[in-house]
């Protein structure tokens, strides 16, 4: 009787911690991709300096995908090993990029610089770029939950390295 008991309570507490239990799980998928990308922006750093190639991170906001491309012979490849395929953002997430290199003026103009028509990144400058000298685009990725939460990924400067700032971090600071 005890045992049914415990079990009945256990059972309860479950019950009435479900909803925020499944927030918690949503927020930690969005912390996951997050770190994804903070994973690609290094690996892309340093292939391109220890390769000499040019390296994209390329984000595709209306979809929520995320992936890399190198370039080869002037054209961008996606490569085929685990961190050249397309990452996808926790269903209910977006994404959003901000790519402080450019100017106003530049980011309206559409982009070709080496894409092929069958490339699927966006024409109009939706990726950061890492360079052979070890710089890359200012830029700032932002992930934001189904509840709202925003994590960054972000390089303030070319020099700068990426790194995350969660909803946490960003409200101590702000």
Known sequence: ????????????VLALNAPSLRGFFASRRTADTASTLLALTKWAQSEAVTNGHLCRLNVDAA????WLT?????VFVEKSFDMGRRFQAPEGASLSL???????????APLNLGLKKN????????????????????ATI????RGGQVFQITCPSATDPFQVISPSEASNNG
């Open 1 to 12: 009787m005890e045992l049914i008991l415990v079990l009945v309570v256990i059972g309860v």
């Open 63 to 66: 979809s929520g995908t995320f």
């Open 70 to 74: 190198v370039q080869e012979a002037g």
């Open 98 to 108: 901000r790519n402080d290199a450019l100017t106003p003026s530049a980011s309206k």
């Open 119 to 138: 490339d699927s990144a966006p024409a109009a400058a939706s990726y950061i770029q890492f360079y052979p000298s070890g710089r890359k685009d200012a």
């Open 142 to 145: 932002e992930i934001t939950d």
